[in-house]
Every structure is written in C-alpha cells, then in structure tokens.
C-alpha cells in the first residue's frame, strides 16, 4: 500500500506542474497478455483490459513529449483451461515523438505493484514487476488516439521460476 501511495503522490506533484504545453488524459483497451521464459511451457495468451490516466509534458513543442502514467492492468496467461490473472497498478514513462502530428512513437521503462491476483499459492509471486515498453499511436483532432503497445517484462514474476510478463496493449486515448 505504500508503493501504491508514493506513485499516487508522484502523479499528484506531476499533474500539479506547470510546464509549457500540458495535457492530461485518460486511457483504456484490451491486453493480449501470456509469459515467456525458460518455465513458460504450455501456455496460452489471455484477453483482459488495461485502464489509466496520463500527463503529457511538452520537452521539444510540437515534437517531443515526456508523459507518465497511472494505470490499472490485469497481466497473466492460459494454462489447462485455467486463467491465471495477475492485477498491477502500473506507472510508465513513456517518451513520445510526434510525426506530422498524426502519428507517434514512443517507448520507455515501466513499474508495476501488484494489487491482486487469483492464485492459489501466491507467496512465491513478486509484489513488483519492472517491464519496457514501446508503441505506435495514431492521433486524430479533438483529443482522440488510437494506440498500440508492447511491455515486455524484466521481472520474474514466480520467486522460484523463469517465468516474466508479456502484454500486447490496444487501445485508445482521449486529451483533454
């Protein structure tokens, strides 16, 4: 919980600032999530969703953007006909680089907490995820953004197994 409180008061102190050129926004979509390393036989991806809130800090007008997150996701895999979902709150800090304004890349690092999971023995499972990440968006007027993400874990999530998360986001994005 006390994780959780210091990234809140490090978004709060962000949305605070102010920088030239702000934006704040909300985002949302659907994860393609599985796990890949050495223990990560036999598994399938698993369909959830992602949910979050950012700031965009204008560095280079026009062009280049620092813009952290705060976002709820639910990571895990397939196995036996089972789900096995890992809930993290997760703050990432993306740089981004516009192209004609309509389109843009962006990646950097990414920290997740987990908030909650439905396994069955879960003592061995990481509190904390560390991940990168890297996407592609799609900027339209008014606000809206079409987005696609890669986050790809540097974490073991079992204590006691090379198993690390693997998520593929889709979503879309609105500024305000």
Request: proline content about 3%.
């Amino acid at each position: 919980m006390k994780v959780f409180k210091t990234m809140a008061l490090a978004f709060g102190l962000m949305a605070l600032t102010t920088v030239q050129a702000q934006k704040i926004g909300i985002r949302a979509g659907v994860n393609i999530a599985t796990v890949t390393g050495k223990d990560a036989s036999g598994v399938d991806p698993l369909t959830s969703f992602y949910a979050g809130v950012f700031k965009e800090f204008s560095v280079v007008p026009q062009l280049f953007f620092i813009q952290p997150e705060l976002q709820y996701s639910i990571q895990g895999y397939k196995a036996n006909d089972t789900n096995y979902t890992l809930g993290y709150l997760n703050l990432p800090v993306m740089a981004r680089v516009y192209f004609l304004k309509t389109i843009s890349l962006e990646a950097g690092p990414q920290v997740g907490y987990k908030v909650n999971d439905n396994l069955e023995n879960n003592d061995n499972i990481n509190s904390f995820d560390t991940s990168v990440a890297g996407g592609l968006g799609f900027n339209f007027p008014l606000g809206l953004s079409l987005n696609a993400r890669y986050v790809h874990g540097l974490t073991k999530i079992d204590k006691d197994a090379d198993i690390k998360h693997q998520v593929i986001q889709l979503g879309a994005s609105f500024k305000f």
